[in-house]
C-alpha cells in the first residue's frame, strides 16, 4: 500500500461535508480533501470501474454510515474484502450512536467509530485530534 497524502471523506450532507473541511483547514490540516457522496462514488475512487482506473489510494477514509446507494457499513465491509483497500485507515464519523452501528463497523474492521459532535467547539477539538492522531502519529502498515 502506498497512500497519497489525501483524506477521502464519505458523506452526503453538503452542510456536514462543508463543516468538516472548515474545520481541517482551521485545524491547519494541509490534506488534500477529497470529497465523495455515497458509496458508490466511494467505490469508483478506491477500487475503480470498468472503464475508469481507481485513484491513489487515500492516507484516511472518513466514512458516514447514511448513505445513499450503498450504505456505510456495506461499503466498509467491501473495503475490507478487498485486497487495494483493505489496510486503509477508516474513521466511521457519524451522527448514529446507535450500538448496533458501533459494534459493526468495528466487526467490519474500522479502526475508530466517532460520533459526530452536534456543537461547533466539539467539532474543532475532535477534528484537530483526528488530524494529530491519523494523519501525524499513525503508522500503516508497510507494503
Do not use: C
Amino acid at each position: 500500500m502506498n497512500p497519497s497524502n489525501t483524506i477521502l471523506l464519505v458523506e452526503d450532507s453538503p452542510e456536514d461535508a462543508e463543516l468538516t473541511l472548515r474545520e481541517f483547514r482551521n485545524g491547519n490540516v494541509s490534506n488534500e480533501i477529497v470529497v465523495v457522496r455515497d458509496g458508490v462514488e466511494a467505490l469508483d475512487y478506491l477500487i475503480g470501474t470498468a472503464t475508469q482506473e481507481p485513484q491513489a489510494l487515500p492516507e484516511l477514509i472518513l466514512l458516514d454510515l447514511k448513505l445513499p446507494k450503498i450504505g456505510g457499513l456495506a461499503l466498509l465491509r467491501r473495503l475490507r474484502a478487498e485486497e487495494r483497500t483493505r489496510h486503509v485507515p477508516v474513521i466511521v464519523l457519524t451522527s448514529s450512536n446507535e450500538v448496533k452501528d458501533i459494534l459493526s463497523s468495528y466487526d467490519l474492521g474500522a479502526n475508530s467509530f466517532v460520533r459526530k459532535p452536534v456543537n461547533l467547539v466539539q467539532l474543532i477539538l475532535a477534528t484537530k485530534e483526528l488530524g494529530l492522531r491519523w494523519l501525524v502519529l499513525n503508522n500503516p502498515p508497510a507494503e
